[in-house]
């Protein structure tokens, strides 16, 4: 049984940075994609940014390229979403998965672990 618990969401105002977490336990293929998502009030689940285990490439949707950094510790089976110069638009609950045996990482298909999620509140 996979779990994944994210951490590390809050309120912030316009322009500030946060840094979410989210560890993995239980086993997950070594080949994986890592990924972020979000929902705002009101809207669909968006993929933010996703990263791939065998050489740390990284996707990002296009609203957050720039300004949102995601990296990972394999060994800990650990992703992080460094997020900076954040907007009132960022505002959503943000949820890590992953997706084991998948290469795709800018693609919802193979994520089939997924976390509780985590609120962050962006203030103008």
């Known amino acids: 049984q996979v779990q994944m618990v994210e951490s590390g969401g809050g309120s912030v105002q316009a322009g500030g940075s946060l840094r979410l977490s989210c560890q993995a336990s239980?086993?997950?293929?070594?080949?994986?994609?890592m990924g972020w998502f979000r929902q705002a009030p009101g809207k669909d689940r968006e993929w933010v940014a996703g990263?791939?285990?065998?050489?740390?490439?990284?996707y990002y949707v296009d609203s957050v390229k720039g300004r949102f950094t995601i990296s990972q510790d394999n060994a800990k089976k650990t992703v992080y979403l460094q997020m900076n110069s954040l907007k009132p638009e960022d505002t959503a609950i943000y949820y890590c998965?992953?997706?084991?045996?998948?290469?795709?990482?800018?693609?919802?298909?193979?994520?089939?672990?997924w976390g509780q999620g985590t609120q962050v509140t962006v203030s103008s």
């Open positions: 998965a992953a997706a084991g045996g998948w290469s795709r990482c800018e693609e919802w298909s193979g994520y089939n672990f």
């Open positions: 239980g086993y997950i293929h070594s080949r994986r994609c």
């Open positions: 990263i791939y285990s065998r050489d740390d490439t990284a």
